[in-house]
């Protein structure tokens, strides 16, 4: 078993090098390198090597030809990943099994020479559930393998047996292993490629917002301030946003503020006015400090949505409830209600208010955004964000 040895060496060393380059793809065609290999290899240890240890030396060759011909099976079917179901898995385990086990009716003295016709070659379907499934996968195709190998060779040294079989569970563990360490490589690769392309992306829109939307800001803010009055207080409102604005396109949310829990109450009460009623839990809703200024942000949206379409004289109710596993917004007001197909026509024009600074927000967060709406009954929007880290709450199309 010591050309066994080798044998799975070298593929394990090509697999490892595979695994560098990208996923799975080089894995399987470095499986597919090794089982014609292994045939050959077969080949030449029945011609030269174990020659006069078969008795039924012509059946043997036969046995050669339909290794061969399941290897280009294999091969072909492996080569689309559509087709790498546990089905054909199973099925090459198992005509892998039903190949070696021939081997009792082709050699004469099978339990003491040591020799299985397949030679390496039994270690392809091992390898392809360890690259398909992982670890787990292959180490159990090994055990499988590796049983068969110790029920042919029972009577034979234990050294011979047993040095097969723990290659070829060694060979399942650590392929597999190989194959999880490359998904997980491609898959940094592929988050790190997504954050490059949204940082690109988000310092030629810093560029463009700059040279556009900022400077009417400022703009705005120096002309309100000069004018004095009711100009006055729009000009302070366009700094406000000017400074949010360039908070935002500048990135200057600190990364420990990202992480810190903040008090989602003593964010949202600020926005209380005569005609704004909040109502907070006693106790203080903690959650991320960029999730609660992403909520907090939405609720903003949603009362800017009640003034700027509701009029002056719109009462509006906000209640925050901090319920075990959810953080549950309710933004409700007494105006005229939200005509049927308005937001979508709201979104057809380019106004993606609600599409994007309220459902887009808790979308983004891995929560939902519920709009209700009826005609002179008003409007209710509910946000509910998760608690649970990774657990998504399902995206709720409300009613117009």
């Not at 569970?169 to 360490?181: E, K, M, T």
């Not at 005609?275 to 907070?280: D, F, N």
């Amino acid at each position: 078993m010591t050309a066994a040895v080798v044998q799975c060496s070298l593929v394990i060393v090509t697999v490892t090098a595979a695994a560098r380059r990208s996923f799975s793809e080089p894995l399987w065609r470095a499986l597919a390198v090794f089982r014609f290999v292994s045939v050959g290899y077969a080949a030449l240890r029945l011609a030269f090597i174990d020659r006069s240890e078969y008795s039924e030396l012509a059946w043997a060759w036969v046995v050669i030809a339909v290794m061969a011909a399941w290897t280009v099976v294999t091969t072909i079917a492996y080569a689309r990943p559509a087709r790498r179901t546990r089905l054909l898995l199973g099925a090459d385990l198992a005509v892998t099994v039903a190949i070696m086990g021939s081997t009792v009716l082709l050699q004469d003295g099978v339990a003491t020479h040591g020799a299985v016709v397949t030679a390496t070659w039994m270690a392809g379907p091992v390898l392809a559930w360890a690259i398909r499934y992982g670890r787990r996968a292959g180490t159990i195709a090994g055990l499988i393998v590796a049983g068969c190998v110790f029920a042919l060779l029972r009577h034979a040294a234990l050294s011979t047996a047993l040095n097969g079989a723990v290659l070829l569970v060694l060979s399942g563990w650590s392929v597999g292993h190989l194959a999880r360490l490359s998904a997980e490589l491609a898959a940094q690769r592929q988050r790190a490629t997504e954050v490059e392309a949204a940082s690109r992306e988000r310092e030629r829109l810093a560029r463009d917002i700059h040279d556009s939307v900022l400077q009417v800001l400022a703009l705005v803010q120096r002309r309100g301030a000069e004018a004095g009055g009711a100009a006055a207080e729009l000009g302070r409102l366009a700094g406000q946003q000017e400074a949010a604005l360039r908070a935002l396109v500048g990135g200057k949310w600190a990364a420990g503020e990202t992480t810190r829990e903040v008090d989602l109450c003593q964010l949202v009460l600020p926005a209380q006015t005569d005609r704004v009623t909040i109502s907070v839990p006693a106790p203080p809703v903690l959650i991320d400090g960029a999730a609660a200024a992403e909520l907090t942000a939405a609720v903003q949206a949603a009362l800017d949505n009640v003034r700027r379409h509701c009029g002056e004289q719109t009462r509006a109710w906000v209640l925050v409830e901090d319920e075990q596993d959810l953080v549950r917004v309710t933004i409700r007001d007494d105006g005229p209600g939200i005509p049927d197909g308005r937001l979508a026509e709201a979104a057809a024009a380019g106004r993606l208010g609600i599409s994007h600074s309220i459902r887009g927000r808790l979308r983004d967060l891995g929560g939902s955004a519920v709009i209700s709406s009826a005609a002179g009954e008003g409007t209710t929007v509910e946000l509910c964000l998760p608690r649970v880290s990774g657990r998504r709450v399902a995206t709720v199309q409300g009613t117009a």
